[in-house]
């Protein structure tokens, strides 16, 4: 990447960046190798015949493995449109094209990695309780708890979220 990079101005000062055709292509290559490996790392135990997602109350982390599957398969979709378009230009690409197209790239991929760790959707834990009690009276919706614990030394923060049944 470093030995075959372009960085050229042409007589009418237009600035052209990009990689040689060689490069490009190891790229797209190299991107699907370790996207696909470490993607089939993650997946492969959680849907092994002795797996954690076995049996019907497994339903989120399955759903997990999902998302990450789907966000793994648009990131290097995503990734691979990006360095095909250096390919188009034979490594010759505007400046101005370049980096928009690798602007593009990393806020989708941001975008996709946000809905892959976010909540999936499902009722908060106050609806859920209210449910639960409108079904059956045998859940007490005032024992729902959130605790914050904070960290000393850091500046990050945990929920912790319980529920017990009465």
């Not at 993607?39 to 982390?61: D, E, H, R, W």
């Not at 966000?71 to 370049?98: M, P």
């Not at 602007?103 to 892959?116: F, G, K, P, R, S």
């Amino acid at each position: 990447m470093i030995i075959s990079r372009v960085a050229v101005i042409d007589d009418e000062e237009r600035c052209f960046i990009g990689l040689k055709p060689m490069a490009s292509v190891t790229l797209i290559l190299y991107d699907i190798f370790i996207s696909s490996w470490l993607t089939f790392l993650f997946i492969k135990p959680l849907m092994s015949a002795n797996s954690v997602l076995q049996g019907p109350s497994k339903g989120k982390l399955r759903q997990v493995a999902r998302r990450t599957l789907i966000g793994s398969v648009i990131a290097l979709i995503l990734s691979s449109i990006n360095v095909f378009t250096l390919v188009y230009y034979r490594g010759y690409e505007d400046s101005i094209l370049c980096l928009l197209s690798c602007t593009l790239d990393v806020t989708l991929n941001a975008v996709t990695v946000h809905w892959v760790t976010s909540r999936a959707r499902g009722s908060p834990p106050e609806k859920a309780c209210r449910t639960l009690t409108n079904r059956t009276t045998s859940h007490n919706c005032s024992t729902l708890t959130e605790k914050k614990i904070l960290p000393s030394d850091t500046h990050i923060s945990v929920t912790v979220q319980s529920y017990s049944e009465d």
